[in-house]
């Protein structure tokens, strides 16, 4: 059976929906089946980077969103003619092949104000379009199938959960020597509060501010890290920092290579992602995989990936925020009980199930 996949955003450093397709070939690399694959990429590095073996055809189309969408991919596929074709969010224009979309969240349909209007309005028309063309939509949970098919009106039949796994770099690692590569590669020393995620308005970073001001102005407090890619609010994120005078309290590196990443969960007292709105929330899985005590926000599909293995508080409450940051740095029971805790629920999300998943709702489309 072929399948095409679109795996663009490979190479892009794109965050989740690089991941996504990371682990995906990772896992039906692994899986040995008598599938065959085309693999649609736009970045040189993408081949080199992924490691899957000679059932894997890497094809080169352009990075150009319009000429990609509107006229390379539908000619590729006429030509390719897979059984099955695999994308993200949005399917090419005049896509007659069995078609399957990953949409991981809505976040832009409830949260319209964090993000840019004409990309909003972009999200809104196509991928409501692509949620009913499709054949089959896949999602990270739970809570987001049954958010796009209440939205979207896409029967629930049709949306199929693929929990997504976080890579096996994440684990736990000695906490002493990733704070020293820390500390000489980024200049950053311990003891540190770690945040990791687009530094954007939906990720609630201002009343992380809030409750980390708080938390510094009762005493000696760790230093707080911000590590992600500059997004949309990422000026008010600096503005806010200036009024609360913690600049010298508060670190943005930016965005950190994939290689570096574990060692910053490592370094880490605690991991806190305090997201208004997730579909999934990886960092968070990341987090517990890597033996770190977490804490993360009730709603949306949070509390669905967390478990009982991170500390669950109301992402509105910066007291809240506080409280809990406060309870983690200050007894070591409860910091060992919810790595305890974390590991074994992170252990629960695997990238061979993730694929054997996806390799079934392909098969399903025979």
């Known amino acids: 059976m072929h399948i095409a996949i679109d795996v663009h955003s490979l190479g892009t450093s794109a965050g989740g929906n690089e991941t996504y397709f990371q682990q995906l070939l990772r896992g039906l690399a692994a899986d040995r089946s008598d599938l065959r694959y085309t693999l649609f990429y736009t970045h040189a590095d993408a081949p080199a980077t992924n490691d899957v073996d000679d059932r894997f055809r890497w094809v080169k189309v352009p990075q150009n969103r319009f000429a990609r969408m509107c006229f390379s991919l539908p000619r590729q596929l006429r030509q390719a003619a897979p059984k099955v074709f695999h994308c993200q969010y949005a399917l090419p224009l005049f896509t007659r092949t069995n078609s399957v979309v990953a949409i991981h969240d809505l976040a832009y349909e409830h949260y319209p104000e964090f993000a840019h209007p004409i990309e909003v309005a972009a999200m809104r028309r196509v991928v409501r379009s692509t949620a009913r063309r499709a054949d089959r939509v896949l999602t990270l949970s739970h809570f987001s199938a049954k958010d796009i098919s209440r939205t979207y009106r896409v029967p629930e039949d049709k949306i199929v959960v693929t929990y997504l796994a976080a890579s096996d770099a994440f684990h736990p690692r000695d906490k002493s020597a990733a704070q020293e590569r820390v500390a000489s590669a980024y200049g950053i ?178």
């Open 189 to 366: 020393r311990p003891p540190l509060i770690l945040y990791v995620g687009r530094i954007q308005a939906r990720k609630n970073l201002l009343r992380l501010l809030d409750a980390y001001a708080r938390l510094h102005s009762a005493g000696p407090a760790p230093q707080l890290v911000i590590v992600g890619r500059r997004d949309f609010g990422f000026q008010q994120l600096q503005e806010k920092i200036h009024t609360l005078k913690l600049a010298d309290r508060v670190i943005l590196p930016g965005y950190v290579a994939a290689a570096d990443l574990p060692l910053f969960y490592n370094a880490a007292e605690l991991f806190i992602f305090p997201s208004l709105f997730e579909g999934f929330g990886l960092p968070v899985l990341e987090s517990m995989a890597s033996g770190v005590p977490t804490i993360t926000s009730q709603g949306s599909a949070l509390e669905e990936v967390a478990g009982d293995g991170a500390l669950i508080i109301d992402p509105n409450d910066a007291r809240a925020m506080t409280t809990a940051m406060e309870s983690l740095l200050s007894n070591v029971e409860l910091r060992r009980e919810l790595i305890t805790r974390g590991l074994h629920r992170s252990a629960q999300f695997t990238v061979q199930k993730f694929a054997a998943k996806v390799s079934e709702v392909y098969r399903s489309l025979e």
